[in-house]
């Protein structure tokens, strides 16, 4: 059985910048890899290792060799995942914003694990998200550790507004929506209460409900947990959790968010990005609590 993955992903830099970015080893290792070595040729090494890399390969065991090689359109290596032979293309074209990279990960069999195609996908949602703050700069790189038996999404935050206020921004349906991305939210504020944000959407033409979990620890100005549901909608899937432990510092708040409960590294997907991005709004939001 032969399979593959497809994804276009577009990029704030042209192709030259963008090729480069895949083929220099020193930078390779700034968004992609532990360790790279690459001899720019057909035929000649694409080898990337290290616990950054799925499977956590050793120098040895790092065998990956480009089949394929156009300076600034397009580049083709051979990568062996679980005994599996595979080859990823990455084809850049130029766009508005500045490249559209088109990527395509064939593989020769079945990876023999449990939702091996979700991990191929969340695996080059995680990379290319990386690869996107490394063009913008290097902010926000969330380089995976695969051998990590806990992974996490972890983030801390400064407010500048006390615990009681930011306590509001998390519970309080009209300051949830600001932030949230959702025109609806609903609360139940208890241990046991829901916690809906009426997300809906579809996932390979099936709706999927989203956005709806439990609370779990309801402590007023101090923390707050609940259930998170796997974004596609898997229900073979564990239920993971998300938190907010706020801490006082002065006139200010220190908030860390931890997004754990992850069966496994490549399952942490993109979410670094898209909590960066939430999260921003709910700095925002607690903190125009404080002009009321």
């Known amino acids: 059985m032969t399979w593959s993955y497809t994804n276009t992903f577009k990029f704030p830099a042209p192709p030259e910048r963008v090729f480069r970015a895949w083929t220099d080893p020193g930078e390779l290792t700034r968004w992609f890899a532990e360790q790279a070595e690459v001899t720019l040729a057909p035929g000649g090494a694409y080898r990337f290792w290290g616990k950054h ?56 069999g079945d990876l023999g694990i449990r939702r091996g195609p979700e991990l191929i996908e969340d695996l080059w949602r995680l990379s290319c998200g990386n690869l996107l703050m490394h063009l913008q700069g290097g902010a926000g790189i969330v380089l995976p550790d695969y051998g990590d038996p806990r992974p996490e999404v972890r983030q801390v935050l400064m407010i500048e507004a006390p615990p009681a206020v930011v306590w509001r921004a998390l519970t309080e349906p009209k300051a949830i929506q600001q932030w949230f991305g959702t025109g609806h939210a609903t609360v139940d504020p208890r241990v046991g209460g829901e916690y809906n944000l009426h997300w809906q959407y579809q996932v390979e033409g099936r709706e999927v409900t989203a956005g709806t979990g439990r609370i779990l620890e309801f402590e007023p100005d101090r923390r707050l947990v609940l259930t998170w549901i796997d974004w596609r909608g898997d229900p073979t899937v564990n239920t993971q959790t998300i938190s907010f432990t706020l801490e006082p510092v002065g006139e200010r708040t220190r908030v860390t968010f931890v997004h754990a409960g992850f069966e496994r590294t490549a399952d942490i997907s993109d979410y670094p990005f898209g909590w960066a991005g939430f999260l921003e709004g709910f700095v925002a939001a607690a903190e125009a609590l404080v002009q009321r």
Not at 64 to 69: A, C, E, G, W
């Open 53 to 108: 890399t799925v499977g956590c390969p050793t120098p040895a065991e790092a065998r990956q060799s480009l089949v394929r090689i156009e300076p600034n359109r397009r580049l083709a290596f051979t990568w062996t995942l679980y005994q599996t032979g595979s080859e990823v293309s990455v084809d850049l074209a130029p766009s508005e914003e500045g490249t559209a990279l088109t990527l395509t990960h064939a593989l020769a």
